[in-house]
C-alpha cells in the first residue's frame, strides 16, 4: 500500500504492558513498530507505582519514629521532605527521561517511534503525518490520562494532579487533596506525615470506597489521629484561585489550601484513539475484549483501557496473554477471579478477589469473619492497627482483605488460596508460624 509503512505487530503506548509486548514480540522474531507520546514505561516508573512508594516507605519511617516514645526510648523526628523527593528525581527516574527504558527496547528490535498513535482504519495506526500497518494486527495499550471533573473554576488553575505532587521539591503548608481513591490517599498520608496540612474531600460515603466498608472506616480513624481532616459524601461545587492559594468549596462547607491535589481517577480518551474507525464505541468507558485480549480482528487491548483494574500487575499479566494470542501459541485465557491489589497507606490493605458487597451483588451465598489483626500475637506486640476480612462460598474464600503492617505481603497467602481454589479444610489444618501477622489467618478461618 502506497505511503503506509508495514510491520508484522503496531503497538499503541509503552506502559509496562506494552513495553513488555513489544519487546516479547520482538524477541519472537516479528518486526514491530511501537509508538510512544510520552515516556517508554508509561506512568508507572516515572511519576506512579515506584516514586509513590519511595515517598511511601519515607513516610512509614516517620510514623515508626514517632512509635519510639511509647515502644522504645525517646526520639527526635525532623522531617525533611527535600530528602525523599531529591531521591525520587536521582534514583527512581533519572530526570524524568526514558533514555534507558528506550534503547532496552530498541536493543530487542523494536522500531520506536515517538508520538501519538491513532487507529486510522482495520490494522492501521496514524502517528503524526506517517501510517503504520500490522500485518498481524496492532496491540493496544493507551494507558490513562487523570480525569479532571468539570467543577466551577478549576479549569486553568494551576491545581495538582500525581505527576506534580511526586515532582515537588517540597511539602506544602498545606493541601486540599480532592478525591479519596487509593491515589488521593496516599498521598495524603505521605505529605501529612512531613508537616503538611491536610484536608481531603471526597464524594462517597468513606474512603477507598470500592474496598471493604471496614477498609475505609479503618483509614478514617487513622487519618483522625494523624491530623488529616477528611469530608466524605460531599462534592466540591467551587474552586477558587489566588496568590495566597486555593479555596475549595463544598456540600456545607469550604477548605483553603497552598495547594491542591486533584485526584479523582484517571481515563482514557478513546474517541482521540480513534476507535470508531474499527467499529467500537468513542463514548464507553473501556474496551471490550475476550479471554485472550482480542477486540476484533487483528486487534487486541491490555492494560487501563480494558476496565479489569488499573494496576502493572494486571497489564504485566494481560501482555503476557495476548502474546502468546498473536504468536499462536496456546495458554490459558485472562482469569481475574483472583485479582490481587494493595493500597499503600499505613496500616497497608491487600485486597484479593472480591469483597462481600460484590459477591452478594451476584447472588452469592457468601459468609465472612473479621478478625482484629491483634488477634495475632504480632499484632498485639505491634500494636497494630488493623483487620482481617474473609468472603467464603462454600468450601473455599473468594475474597479478602487485610490492613495490617504489610497487609499486601501477608495477601499473598490469601492470593493463592483464592487462585488455586484451596478448599477450607486444608487451609484450617495448615501450620502456621508462631508469631506473625499472617497467623490472624489461622484464626479467621477457625471463625469461618
Known sequence: MAGVEEADVVVVGLGPGGENAAGLLAEAGLDVVAVEAGLVGGECPYYGCVPTKMLVRAAETLGEARRVDRLAGRARVEPDYRVPATRVRDEATDGWHDKAAADRLTGKG???????????????????????????GVLLNPGTEPAVPPIDGLAGTPFWTNRDAVKAHEAPRSLVVLGGGAIGVELAQVYARFGTEVTLVEGAERLIATHEPEAGELLGRVFAAEGITVHTGTRASRVEHSSEGFGLEFGGGSVSGERLLVATGRRTDLERLGVASVGLDPRARSIPVDGRMRAGDGLWAIGDVVGEGAFTHVSMYQSAVAVRDILGQDGPEADYHALPHVTFTDPEIGVVGVTEAQARAHGRPVRTTLTPITESTRGWIHEAEGFLKLVADGDHLVGATVAAPYGGEIMGFLALAVQARVPLGTLRHMMYAYPTFYRVIETGLQDL
Open 110 to 136: 523494536v522500531r520506536l517511534v515517538r508520538g501519538y498513535g491513532t487507529l486510522t482504519g482495520p490494522r492501521e495506526v496514524a502517528v503524526g503525518g506517517r501510517v503504520f500497518r500490522g500485518r498481524r
